[in-house]
């Protein structure tokens, strides 16, 4: 069984930094896609930045040039480093995973405020 677990969450200012870790159990190298989502209070779960198999990355819009993913094979990790975070910024991130299967972390709060 697949485990995605994040880490690096919390309170940030506007502006400010913060990276968020996923170690999967197991090597990383088997996954199709990984990938970070966050889910805003209210709002639908929405993609944020992926690597492909092919390792190709990808940001959603609102995001670009300020988030950053990035793997560790050795560690079966990714990261996703977020700069100039935003007040809109704040929601729960979810780690994911595919294979033939999708797979998803627990999710963790950040919260930017003032």
């Known amino acids: 069984q697949v485990q995605l677990v994040e880490s690096g969450g919390g309170l940030a200012q506007p502006g400010g930094s913060l990276t968020l870790s996923c170690v999967a159990s197991?090597?990383?190298?088997?996954?199709?896609?990984m990938a970070w989502y966050r889910q805003a209070p209210g709002k639908e779960r929405e993609w944020v930045a992926s690597?492909?198999?092919?390792?190709?990355?990808a940001y959603a819009d609102s995001v670009k040039g300020r988030f950053t993913i990035s793997r560790d094979n050795a560690k079966n990790t990714i990261y996703l480093v977020m700069n100039s975070l935003e007040r809109q910024d704040t929601a729960v991130y979810y780690c994911?995973?595919?294979?033939?299967?999708?797979?998803w972390g627990q999710g963790i709060q950040v919260t930017v405020s003032s």
């Open positions: 994911y995973a595919r294979t033939a299967r999708t797979y």
């Open positions: 197991g090597s990383i190298f088997r996954f199709n896609v």
């Open positions: 690597f492909s198999s092919v390792g190709g990355r």
